[in-house]
């Protein structure tokens, strides 16, 4: 079988009867009405003039399935547009008249966003609530916490979900949803307007997820077949493939135990934790390049009851700070990696709900904590083997570099007090929810209380919050006004050209235009 005009170098021309553009047998005849391509199975629609071709099935023979519009399966394969007819990324000409087909067409500028915080925001360090996305509003656009949002997108199916934008074999960006708790994976259909729920094609399911809402992370990797997601679930590290035009996805598992804490990639591998049935915990790697099963690591002396928060990395070292210490899997001098669990002095446990450690200018990571022996927050050095610890006069807020005071905006490390003024009357939070490493904005909700810090979040009423966006260029940009329960456990991200903010109790995603 022999493609012609498809990635020829020359316009159409005629053969067998057949204008080049076809796929032909050796002997010169169209394949049952079908043109049989790497792209999928294609055919010419049925009385149109000019030629329009439409994508009938998938490269291996799959029917599509009957809720994915043909719009959407042609972005999804990359189709080429031209004077509203429609034709197989494969066709570099018009087979009618030899004219050059212009190259398809890939709807986003933005890169891959993975959940909860985007890219992990610095090559050398991972893991916070960073991301290296720009969050520069349109210098045109009007902003108040009264308008209306800019854009809207329907909800998913109800569930609390995770948002990843991901490229298609096409290039394009498509926006998928994850309720990682039941493991549902809905797909948002551009031309159709609605979210698509993906069905694992091999039989069974995505297992669930147990992590609590604030630990929870993924990640991703590709090679030549494509993209692989890891997520972690109460049957180990899911490695799961997209399946775009079945609407589906293929998940294999690594490990098969409970993963108490997420994975994350380092040194080409991806790490999670997993504990066993009788309480014993070790470390999983998985190969990011293959999905297939790497080593384990047996650590010991961790308590049946402690709770590991999302892992971040630096160059040497993976950390996944818990209640009572942290676990950390290091590289040695000889290359071997060894994996231990520190625990904190007696009387000290960290403070996982003042968000993320803080990163400090020296690149040092530090976990907020309170100290019983000292009656005082205190922040303990988390990458480092001695045990180094700072007092604080009182809680930060922080999101990786920036940290905020009650609902100011601070430069300082979260152990020194700013010389002057004082925030005591201060009836304001601002919570950070994700910093852009490119710009220093910060998203995040501001919520008007007298409750003080740590009983607003660990309330769970409804309380009315400003979505606002925070830089150093525009000291607030006031957003959208919502009144929900923990506002703080929004999720936002970017995607096509737009930063979105995700509630499971609003009546929509909400969404604000990007500077180009």
Not at 297 to 319: D, H, K, N, S, Y
Not at 423 to 450: C, H, N, Q
Request: charged share 20%; proline share 7%.
């Amino acid at each position: 079988m022999s493609l012609g005009g498809g990635d020829g170098d020359s316009p159409a021309r005629e053969t067998s009867g057949f204008q080049v553009g076809v796929c032909v047998n050796e002997s010169g005849g169209v394949l049952d009405g079908f043109w049989d391509l790497p792209s999928g199975r294609w055919a010419k629609a049925l009385g149109s003039a000019p030629a329009s071709y439409f994508l009938a099935a998938t490269h291996d023979g799959h029917l599509l399935p009957s809720a994915l519009a043909q719009q959407d399966a042609l972005r999804l394969v990359g189709a080429r547009q031209l004077e509203g007819c429609s034709f197989p990324p494969e066709f570099r000409f018009h087979p009618n008249d030899g004219r050059a087909l212009p190259p398809p067409t890939v709807a986003s500028t933005h890169g891959v966003w993975l959940p909860p915080f985007g890219d992990g925001g610095d090559e050398a360090v991972r893991g916070l609530r960073r991301t290296r996305s720009a969050l520069t509003l349109r210098p045109t656009g009007v902003y108040s916490e009264s308008n209306d949002p800019e854009r809207t997108l329907p909800l998913p199916p109800p569930g609390r979900h995770e948002f990843f934008a991901l490229p298609s074999a096409s290039g394009s960006r498509e926006l998928l949803a994850l309720d990682a708790a039941p493991g549902v994976l809905p797909l948002w259909l551009t031309a159709a307007g609605r979210w698509a729920a993906l069905e694992q094609v091999d039989g069974g399911f995505l297992a669930d997820s147990p992590l609590p809402h604030e630990a929870w992370r993924c990640e991703v990797a590709r090679d030549t077949t494509g993209l692989r997601l890891f997520l972690p679930t109460s049957h180990g590290i899911a490695c799961l493939q997209l399946d775009w035009l079945r609407l589906g996805y293929h998940v294999d598992y690594i490990g098969d135990d409970v993963c108490c804490g997420a994975p994350i990639l380092w040194r080409e591998e991806i790490w999670a934790v997993l504990r066993d049935a009788r309480g014993g915990v070790r470390l999983q790697a998985a190969t990011a390049a293959s999905g297939l099963a790497g080593g384990t690591l047996e650590v010991t002396g961790v308590e049946a009851e402690e709770r590991f928060a999302a892992p971040v990395c630096v160059r040497r070292q993976v950390i996944w700070p818990g209640v009572r210490g942290r676990l950390v899997l290091e590289v040695q001098a000889n290359g071997s990696l060894a994996a231990h669990y520190r625990p904190w002095p007696a009387g000290v446990s960290s403070k996982f709900g003042f968000g993320a450690p803080y990163l400090a200018r020296e690149g040092q990571l530090w976990q907020a904590c309170w100290s019983e022996h000292d009656e005082s927050h205190a922040y303990l050095r988390l990458d480092g083997r001695d045990l180094e610890q700072r007092l604080a006069s009182a809680p930060r807020l922080c999101t990786g570099q920036i940290n905020y005071r009650l609902a100011a905006r601070m430069k300082l490390p979260p152990w020194d007090d700013p010389e002057h003024g004082s925030d005591a009357d201060s009836r304001a939070l601002f919570i950070p929810i994700l910093e852009s490493a490119v710009d220093a904005g910060v998203l995040g909700v501001r919520i008007d209380t007298t409750n003080g810090l740590e009983a607003t979040l660990e309330s769970g009423e409804r309380v009315r919050a400003v979505v606002e966006l925070h830089s150093d260029r525009r000291l607030e940009t006031r957003l959208y006004t919502l009144n929900v329960s923990t506002p703080w456990q929004g999720r936002a991200f970017v995607y096509d050209n737009a930063l979105w903010f995700y509630h499971p109790e609003l009546k929509s995603v909400v969404g604000w235009e990007l500077e180009q």
